[in-house]
């Protein structure tokens, strides 16, 4: 069985949905892995054969002013988990970002490239990696910009915004690959399933600056809105962001067999669900 952390998170619903009867899921309520005892309870209980983590302290902003707590979650957690896995010899299963490199590099970045982190959020989150490898059978799999049915993302606001507005300013200056989560799901299971171990990167194909994304999501969702450009400074958000964290996913598709479809044509099949399911 695998053991889905953070199943009621945006990624772990999706994961759950496409797992079904492989997965059990548990969240905060079930289980807390800023505490160790909370989460070799529940390990030992369940005895799954992969913990596939998604639990995190997600707000990258928020962890600039919480900067312990996102430690705790991001980097004590995986510790945590990793300890409990490898007592009952399972693997783990950790989630990552592409906010442990700072977007220097200027082409996309292979799994093996230093990290460089340049927010808490980024490195927390490479705390979270390094501590993963308690569990010698680990996963590490990075991924960028995540959009699905049930979290708050950039796809939901910028819709959300088109009902008040007939023209935004979006940053044009950061880029990367808008990534649908039921992608990164199907990404996730396929490394499971070909028993990959070690650092993959994960993301939709192709990439675009937010800027094109919105641009990309109003034509696809047929709403007249202006796209104007601004700059990271301008927006002067807390926490810093890599202005190029394209992931180099060849890695996935050699050793798993998946090649992520076109953020594009992710969006568009993210669209039609979305209007489906009303
Ligand atoms: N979102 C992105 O754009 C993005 C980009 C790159 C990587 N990632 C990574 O992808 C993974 C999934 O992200 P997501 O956006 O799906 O996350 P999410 O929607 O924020 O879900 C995280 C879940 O973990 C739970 N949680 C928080 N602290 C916990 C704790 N101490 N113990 C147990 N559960 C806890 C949260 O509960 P509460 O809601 O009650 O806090 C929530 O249900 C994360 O590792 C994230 O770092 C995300």
């Known amino acids: ?7 009621n998170g945006m990624l772990g619903r999706d994961l759950m949905t496409l797992l079904c009867d492989r997965a059990r899921g548990v969240d905060i309520d079930d289980i807390d892995i800023t505490d160790l005892q909370s989460t070799e309870r529940v390990l030992r209980a369940l005895h799954p054969s992969v913990v596939v983590n998604c639990a995190a302290y997600t707000d990258v902003d928020g962890c600039e002013a919480h900067a312990e707590r996102a430690m705790q979650v991001n980097g004590e957690g995986v510790a945590h988990l990793a300890m409990a896995t490898r007592e009952i010899g399972a693997r783990l299963v950790q989630i990552s970002t592409d906010y442990v490199f700072d977007g220097g590099k200027g082409s996309p970045y292979l799994e093996d490239d230093p990290p460089h982190p340049l927010s808490v959020y980024g490195e927390s ?22 959009y699905g049915l049930h979290g708050k993302n950039f796809v939901e ?16 200056d950061q880029i990367g690959s808008p990534t649908w989560t039921v992608d990164l799901a199907r990404a996730i299971v396929a ?24 641009k990309a999501i109003f034509e696809e ?23 190029y964290s394209t992931l180099d996913c060849g890695k996935l598709e050699r050793d798993a067999g998946f090649r992520p479809q076109p953020w594009r044509d992710a969006l568009k099949s993210y669209l039609k669900l979305r209007n489906h399911a009303g």
Request: net charge positive; proline share 4%.
């Open 1 to 7: 069985m695998i053991l889905v952390v953070g199943a």
């Open 125 to 146: 989150k490479l705390a979270g990696e390094m501590n993963a490898a308690f569990n010698p059978e680990h996963l590490i799999v990075r991924t960028q910009w995540l």
């Open 157 to 172: 606001t910028m819709l959300r915004l088109a009902e008040e507005k007939d023209e935004l300013s979006v940053v044009d």
């Open 191 to 214: 490394l499971i399933d070909k028993g990959c171990r070690g650092v993959y990167h994960a993301a939709n194909a192709e990439f675009c600056s937010w800027n094109g994304f919105a």
């Open 221 to 243: 969702a047929g709403l007249k809105v202006a796209v104007r450009p601004m700059t990271t400074d301008q927006l002067n958000r807390p926490a810093r962001r890599p202005l």
